[in-house]
């Protein structure tokens, strides 16, 4: 049997190598490595030669005018044992750089953060008034920015799955049918739905959840998936498109509560509820200032379990 790749025990690795490493694994290119790095493409393809040297064997294949790169046997194997633990080291040194200045980086989609986060940052403030506080106001890119250590913390409506982010459910909310008020007809129940067929779907970008359960819903409703899509970011956006008489939508129900005079809006209890969760790294997850954050978030959203 083959003796395994290692670096030779009198041998000290710079983890600058190890970092670049695997950044390039990671994202598939020396060039992209570099750009993450703030360092040039040459310094970046000798920290992997170097670390190849190390290890004793080759890492990396790049072909020949190919931006690309491939990873060896021993390469993917590297990266497997090391990857995660990089991750969580390099989100842990750079907490302890912030520290000198209290700084909380956090995730939340746009029309949570529009409802719900100015009662938030006050009660936050209130306690920790020192406290900087950096709003990432995304859906699509949470769990990557979570697990590449951009992020203290998220709300988010997805779970992730991954052992190194600690998610704790903070309740679950229902989702609504809204339409224009002008509109001649009304819908009663989510078995009226037929005419939808003819008119225009307002509804989330690509990536985002009520976009893609919206969709589902309606094409078992429909009997196919709607015809007539506008695509906008936000939910606020989405209601404004609605108010303006140009479609109806699929939002959640604590929108459609402050929808206003010109929408009409019914709850649609067949669609399965979506859950609300607040993520942290899991290093972080009993740090006392996200703990009480998380209780804050829970109290003012206020969502059933």
């Excluded at 600690?166 to 809204?178: D, E, F, K, N, T």
């Excluded at 998936?225 to 108010?243: D, F």
Aim: overall charge neutral; some cysteine; glycine content about 6%.
């Amino acid at each position: 049997m083959s003796e395994k790749p290692r670096i030779a025990q009198t041998q000290k690795i710079d983890i600058s190598l190890l970092q670049t490493f695997h950044l390039v694994a990671k994202i598939g290119s020396f060039s992209g490595a570099a750009r993450e790095l703030n360092i040039s493409y040459q310094s970046a393809a000798n920290h992997v030669r170097r670390l190849e040297q190390l290890y004793g064997t080759q890492l990396v294949k790049a072909e020949k005018g190919s931006r690309e790169i491939v990873l060896t046997a021993p390469g993917r194997a590297l990266h497997a044992s090391l990857g995660a633990e990089l991750d969580t080291i390099f989100a842990r040194l750079s907490l302890l750089l912030r520290n000198v200045h209290s700084v909380m980086r956090f995730g939340v989609p746009q029309a949570l953060f529009h409802a719900f986060f100015p009662e938030i940052v006050r009660q936050v403030k209130e306690t920790h008034p020192d406290m900087e506080l950096n709003f990432f106001e995304r859906d699509t890119v949470l769990s990557s920015m979570m697990v590449n250590g951009e992020l203290d913390a998220c709300v988010c409506e997805r779970f992730f799955g991954d052992a190194s982010i600690s998610q704790v459910l903070l309740g679950q909310y229902r989702l609504a049918l809204v339409y224009p008020q002008h509109w001649a007809r009304d819908y009663a129940s989510s078995n009226d739905l037929a005419s939808l067929q003819q008119e225009n779907f307002i509804t989330y970008e690509p990536g985002q959840t009520l976009r893609s359960r919206g969709i589902d819903f309606l094409t078992k409703k429909l009997g196919k998936a709607p015809q007539n899509m506008t695509t906008v970011s936000g939910s606020t956006s989405v209601m404004e498109l609605v108010r303006a008489g140009i479609g109806y939508a699929i939002v959640p129900e604590w929108v459609a509560e402050a929808a206003g005079e010109k929408v009409k809006w019914i709850i649609l209890d067949e669609m399965q509820t979506v859950k609300v969760y607040f993520a942290t790294p899991v290093f972080l997850s009993e740090d006392p200032v996200l703990v009480f954050t998380r209780e804050i978030c829970r109290n003012v959203m206020g969502f059933r379990v």
